[in-house]
């Protein structure tokens, strides 16, 4: 009852800020748009490194986005940005399973996203609560992507986003009529194609706007014959007067990725040394579709196990991932008074997918013979490549392959309102965000008929071709996020500004499993998947932050914040407390577990000067100490064969390993050197350790210990993490953006440079710095001969210098394994790009 007094609150609060705002008197003048930008080339854009007023932040213009590579994705073009890593396998930064996001030490799923203030999830493979910022909106339609890496606004509507946030914007319709259009073409048979009309000003008030647009994706993956596409549609409408600004947008996506496998690396045992299937590490493991024929006898053996000889790093006939989505939303800025502005949002967000393998039968067999062999009562024994059968072999289909597939649906709706109010001096924000979130997720199996192989394909969702052969467990989760905020920005005098505020955050999460896994066919298991509510309210998350400003050029700035990250509701594998091994795991975490958490603090000098004759700088260095607590490390029960590309998989152990503290510094700076030159430039080091060994245990609670035995190995059960770097973010980075812009040609190149970063928890593996460099050139055709408003041509190159060298890790455990995805090799695509 209390619970449910508590969300009616939260909800009925987010509609109450309209009898505050009402009580200003109206009054007609406009109020600047807050997330608008331009959705033309600009040629004066640049990457943006003096931020926002207490906090670092760093803006990426959609122009300068879509000089990287036409069609990148938004998170891919942060890249460039200070203190971001963001890897993945492809060019574009499209693939979602095998991309890598670190600020700050960071991982993807402890940060926050949105778009257009709308929340979209933490970025996890699988994702249960949102989608990927380039399914949300079409990357030439973002008009500039805005990110905070020290600790996001307190308006951010995020549960996840203990570190930065990453915020994108798309851009407004054009108050002229125009018509763009774009056609990439380039390695690997790529074809993109992309076309807006916006339609200029429209109505009795002048006041309407408004674009469609759309895309069009077709690339083959560099090391094998998966095709990277889909389609993408999207609207938006403004309309603008003295009373407000109403906003409508519409995104449709639907999208094939194919996956790329890892390769798999082996640490040789305390003493021991590494056998030869441990030392078989290819460089990368391409898919063998379409060769069905080749694969099954060339590849596989009768009872489909793959070779003996490589081990884990086996190949699978395909793998990749489909996803849909419907996302939109309604927004209202009222323009109460000139001291008042309310804004409203509604949105909704439809999406269905499916992640799906097709490999070798024999990497499954300790999954499937409990569904299909009728002996597993008396023998189950089998494991993985090895004691097939031949009944087993006809039961899937006759050909040796199986095909897996992890399916998804979200339906999620949410309310955001806020009440922004000048007071003069004080600048006063309430607002507050509120989503329900209704998801489901499905492990299913399906045969693959020898006499029928054109039904597997990447392309196609095996239910609308055949029943499954079996469904091992259904998940469904019931979420409500409510998270309240206010803040005061005080400016106490001309030069010094002071911001301070705090936020609320509350999370009723419900995870069922209808379906639940037969006994032996998921690793770590004891009794059924774990099914209950885990509730969490916090209702002080304070920060508050000061600028100062010298002389209209410089400033000083702090912010100190805490922040947490809510339970993931993960009920397909993932790190959450409902894909533990035990209902007792789970229970424990219900009643005595605590969420990550950590304070965040960070200060430093902005300069921003113009020397006249286009001669300009702007330059920020930032220093940042984060302390992060309760950090939780899910330890899968079958790491083996998930680093192989294995498609069985396990639950896992969820372990609180206690505290990581950061320090870092963030050094980044814009020159323009006259008005055809700019030179960008942003240095990071980021030093973040374990404070804790820790144990792993069957609860995971209270496994932190206050031990610091060092060393590497495991000795008596303690994992030495203690005093460890944090696998999967290197220390050094460093990026370097240089342009040049001389009458109709432009010429741009990019270098980022990589260090060394650890690839096990105990900093015992790791993989080496790179360097990748990429470049482009265009060229603007005069007006005067093409008669329209833009023609241009552009080349891109990628990966320069052909470097070979590793991606994205998936960090191993202390004393097995560990995995990386390879860099893509260099690729060239040329664009022709007009405008009417």
């Not at 940005?81 to 396998?89: E, F």
């Not at 600790?151 to 509507?157: K, M, P, Q, S």
């Not at 006063?428 to 979130?437: A, R, S």
Request: with cysteine.
């Amino acid at each position: 009852m209390i619970r449910s007094r508590i969300r009616l609150l939260g909800v009925v609060s987010l509609f109450a800020l309209s009898a505050a705002a009402h009580a200003a008197p109206a009054d007609p003048a406009p109020a600047p748009a807050v997330a608008d930008a331009p959705a033309v080339d600009d040629a004066g854009a640049a990457i943006i490194v003096t931020g926002k007023s207490t906090r670092s932040a760093t803006a990426l213009p959609g122009t300068e986005i879509q000089k990287i590579l036409p069609g990148i994705s938004p998170l891919k073009a942060i890249q460039t940005l200070p203190g971001v890593l963001y890897i993945t396998a492809d060019p574009w930064g499209y693939n979602e399973q095998n991309a890598q996001i670190f600020i700050h030490g960071f991982a993807s799923n402890q940060l926050g996203y949105t778009m257009d203030g709308l929340p979209l999830g933490d970025q996890s493979y699988g994702n249960y609560n949102g989608l990927a910022p380039q399914r949300a909106v079409i990357s030439e339609n973002v008009g500039r992507v805005v990110v905070a890496t020290g600790a996001g606004d307190l308006a951010t509507a995020s549960n996840s986003n203990l570190g930065g946030t990453v915020e994108t914007y798309s851009s407004d319709p054009l108050k002229t009529f125009s018509i763009q259009a774009a056609e990439t073409v380039g390695s690997y048979s790529t074809s993109r194609t992309f076309v807006r009309i916006d339609s200029g000003t429209f109505g009795a008030d002048g006041g309407g706007s408004a674009y469609i647009s759309a895309a069009r994706q077709h690339a083959r993956a560099w090391d094998f014959n998966g095709i990277q596409g889909g389609y993408q549609v999207n609207a938006k409408v403004v309309h603008e007067n003295g009373s407000g600004k109403l906003t409508l947008f519409f995104d449709w996506n639907d999208m094939t990725q194919p996956n790329e496998d890892a390769t798999v690396f082996f640490k040789p045992s305390a003493g021991g040394t590494a056998t030869a299937v441990q030392l078989y590490t290819p460089y990368s493991k391409p898919f063998y579709y379409p060769n069905f024929t080749d694969y099954r006898t060339n590849y596989l053996s009768a009872l489909g196990n793959s070779p003996a000889s490589v081990g884990s790093n086996y190949r699978n006939y395909y793998s990749d991932a489909q996803r849909t989505d419907y996302l939109g939303y309604v927004r209202y800025d009222a323009h109460l008074s000139s001291k008042a502005t309310w804004s409203n949002t509604a949105y909704f967000h439809h999406n269905d997918g499916a992640g799906v393998v097709a490999g070798p039968l024999g990497q499954s067999i300790t999954t499937i013979q409990p569904y299909l062999d009728p002996n597993y009562a008396t023998n189950p024994h089998y494991t993985a490549n090895n004691n097939a059968s031949a009944a087993l072999v006809a039961a899937t289909g006759g050909s040796g392959l199986v095909t897996r597939t992890t399916e998804y649906r979200i339906d999620r709706g949410g309310l955001i309102s806020a009440l922004n109010l000048d007071l003069g001096a004080h600048k006063i924000e309430l607002g507050g965000w509120y989503e329900y979130n209704s998801t489901t997720q499905w492990r299913r199996w399906y045969g693959v008929d020898v006499n029928n192989p054109a039904a597997s394909t990447p392309y196609i969702r095996p239910l609308s071709k055949a029943a499954p052969l079996f469904t091992q467990y259904q998940g469904n989760a019931r979420i409500e996020e409510l998270q309240l905020h206010l803040q005061d920005t005080w400016q106490m005098f001309d030069k010094l500004l002071v911001q301070a505020g705090f936020k609320t955050s509350a999370q009723w999460a419900n995870g069922t499993f209808p379906v639940q896994p037969k006994a032996g066919s998921l690793s770590g298991l004891t009794g059924g998947l774990p099914q209950g509510t885990i509730n969490t309210l916090r209702w002080f998350l304070p920060a508050v932050g000061a600028t100062y400003d010298f002389n209209g050029h410089e400033q000083l700035y702090f912010n100190v914040q805490k922040n947490l990250r809510q339970y993931p509701v993960y009920l397909a594998g993932g790190g959450g407390p409902w894909f533990t091994g035990s209902q007792a795991a789970f229970d424990a975490f219900a009643q005595q577990g605590k969420p990550e958490t950590s304070w965040t603090y960070e200060g430093g000098f902005r300069t921003n000067r113009s020397f006249g004759e286009g001669f300009g700088l702007q330059a920020q260095i930032n220093y940042y100490h984060v302390v992060f607590n309760n950090r939780l490390l899910a330890i899968s029960t079958n790491p083996g064969g998930i680093a192989g590309g294995g498609i069985t998989g396990g639950t896992s152990i969820l372990v609180n390993v206690g505290d990581v503290h950061t320090d870092g510094v963030d050094a980044a700076f814009t020159l323009r050197l006259g008005r055809n030159v700019t030179l960008y430039n942003a240095t990071s080091y980021n030093l973040s350790k374990y404070q804790n060994d820790y144990t792993s245990t069957a609860l995971g609670i209270g496994a932190a210990s206050n031990t610091c035995i060092g060393g590497y190995l495991v000795t008596g059960g303690i994992v030495p993490t203690c005093g460890k770097q944090l696998p999967g973010t290197p220390k050094w980075m460093n990026k370097t953006v240089g342009t040049v812009d001389v009458g109709p040609f432009e010429a741009q190149v990019i270098g980022d440079f990589v260090g060394r970063r650890f690839a096990t928890f105990t900093d015992d593996a790791s993989v080496p710095s790179y360097f990748l460099a990429s470049a482009r050139i265009a060229f603007r055709l005069p007006e005067e001969v093409v008669h329209i408003k833009k023609a241009e041509v552009s080349l891109n190159v990628t990966n320069l210098t052909d470097k070979k060298g590793w991606s994205s890790i998936s960090v191993g455990s202390a004393t097995n394994s560990w995995s990386a995805y390879p860099i893509a090799p260099r690729q060239w695509f040329l664009t022709f790009s007009a405008a009417l």
